[in-house]
């Protein structure tokens, strides 16, 4: 498995490094908690792309996760990655980095978690297309939209 990757986040540059199982199995149950609901949803679309995911991370975040935990889990997200410059290699500092770029935040911490979990993401993708109600809905033209 990798131990790091280089991330490219609207033309800035991070390595994230993997979480150890004791910090990566509490967040990934947390995150579960927020992202099943909203995956379910993204997995009824006719078609659901790599932004879904980017999709899911901020409903998680904005929709369902009580506003007390957003914080912290997006600095628990940030914990082993560093911004890199050409200069330089750094922590993340939450409040310097991502002042007025909310969304950036949401992109970056997208990216963590597709790298971080990628087997998690993986088997929430299967679960999904084995998922009878999922693949009738599909079949049925329904997009899990109003």
Do not use: W
């Not at 790298?115 to 679960?127: G, H, K, L, N, Y």
């Amino acid at each position: 498995m990798q131990e790091s990757k280089t991330l490219m986040v609207d033309g800035k540059k991070y390595v994230t490094t993997m979480f150890s199982p004791t910090i990566g199995f509490p967040l990934a149950a947390k995150l579960a908690k927020y992202l099943f609901p909203v995956c379910g949803e993204i997995g009824k679309q006719a078609s659901p792309g790599v932004d879904d995911d980017f999709r899911a991370i901020g409903e998680a975040l904005f929709s369902s996760m009580p506003i007390d935990d957003v914080v912290p889990t997006l600095l628990e997200l940030f914990s082993t990655t560093q911004t890199q410059t050409e200069k330089m290699i750094r922590p993340i500092v939450f409040d310097n980095d991502f002042r007025g770029e909310y969304m950036h935040a949401l992109k970056l911490a997208s990216e963590i978690v597709a790298f971080q979990f990628s087997d998690f993401m993986s088997a929430i993708r299967s679960m999904l297309a084995g998922n009878r109600q999922v693949a009738d809905d599909k079949s049925n033209g329904k997009t899990g939209t109003a």
